[in-house]
């Protein structure tokens, strides 16, 4: 059982940056792909980023490649996403998902249903 809880969200302008924060709980925190969604009002959940539990493979959705950086300390449970030169399209909720396991296949690691935990979702608003 994993339990994740997101932080770092807030109200910024169009070019600032937002570094979230997704803490977990647990003892096997490295034997987990983290995973970050975002879904923007009336949209579908849809695949920002992806970390394996040693941080060594990376994944990133086409629109954030360039301008979002993950980073994971598995020492203290914790997954970041550095989003820089925000625009307003990255206006969402953004979460944390874990998934027991390493995966390489980047159609599997996008998909919602591949990650069994999720947390409560933070909050990024990018003001024009």
């Known amino acids: 059982q994993v339990q994740l809880v997101e932080s770092g969200g807030g109200l910024v302008q169009t070019g600032d940056s937002l570094r979230l924060s997704c803490a977990a709980s647990g003892r096997t925190f490295s034997m987990y792909t983290i995973g970050w969604f975002r879904q923007a009002p009336g949209k579908e959940r849809e695949f920002v980023a992806a970390?394996?539990?040693?941080?060594?493979?990376?994944f990133y959705v086409d629109s954030v490649k360039g301008r979002f950086t993950g980073s994971r300390d598995n020492a203290k449970n914790t997954v970041f996403l550095q989003m820089n030169s925000l625009k307003p399209n990255d206006t969402a909720v953004y979460y944390c998902?874990?998934?027991?396991?390493?995966?390489?296949?980047?159609?599997?690691?996008?998909?919602?249903?591949?990650?069994?935990?999720w947390g409560q979702g933070t909050q990024v608003t990018i003001s024009s």
């Open positions: 998902a874990a998934a027991q396991g390493y995966y390489s296949d980047y159609l599997r690691i996008r998909r919602t249903g591949t990650y069994a935990y």
């Open positions: 970390f394996s539990g040693t941080g060594g493979t990376t």
